[in-house]
């Protein structure tokens, strides 16, 4: 083989295999090593979802993509999501100003592919939840991330919520 058959297969086709195949992966993971790993699996799949957060803030950096709002942040936290995970994530900014805005999540390939694999949608919410919090506190430590709505819990859409870190303390 070389590297002229590779350029047989059109890199849009390579992009969504490898964006459809790291979507797929943390659940085949999950069938597998859960019933081996035992009650601390979740505390371990954390860890790796975190790490991947601190990827997505090293293309960030790399390519200077903006986060010194809230709107600067959901159209960064968009593109690193479609940059990880592909196009599949279908996302519309749904209101806000430069301190609070709002995404929702429309098309979700994680959801997808846990339909596909038959997998327990209540597995889902965590491990986005370990990506995406901490990769909005990475790019700017003055704001974090709330949840408002998640298809993957029943929700018909997910709704996320990027605001100051001040406000979301005093909302709990």
């Known amino acids: ?6 350029e047989r ?11 459809r195949l790291l979507a797929k992966l943390p659940l085949l993971y999950d069938i597998v090593y859960r019933p081996v790993v035992g009650e601390s699996y979740d505390e371990r799949e954390h860890e790796i979802w975190i790490e991947m ?15 010194q709002t809230a709107v600067e ?4 936290l968009s593109t690193l999501a479609w ?12 209101n806000g100003d430069e301190e609070s805005t709002a995404l929702r999540i429309r ?8 339909d596909l694999v038959e997998i327990d949608h209540g597995l889902l919410p965590d491990r986005c939840i370990a990506f995406m919090i901490p990769l909005v506190e990475l790019l700017n430590p003055a704001f974090t991330l709330r949840y408002v709505r998640a298809a993957c819990a029943g929700d018909r859409v ?10 979301a303390d005093e909302e709990v």
Request: hydrophobic share 40%; proline share 8%.
């Open 9 to 19: 297969i059109p890199e849009s086709a390579r992009w969504m295999v490898c964006s």
């Open 83 to 94: 940059a990880f995970f592909g196009r599949d994530f279908q996302f519309d900014r749904v």
């Open 158 to 167: 997910c709704e996320l919520r990027v605001l100051p870190r001040e406000q």
């Open 107 to 114: 098309r979700c390939p994680f959801v997808e592919e846990a």
């Open 73 to 76: 942040l959901a159209g960064t």
């Open 53 to 67: 957060a601190r990827e997505a803030r090293d293309l960030a950096d790399a390519f200077h993509l903006p986060r």
């Open 1 to 6: 083989m070389s590297p002229k058959d590779l």
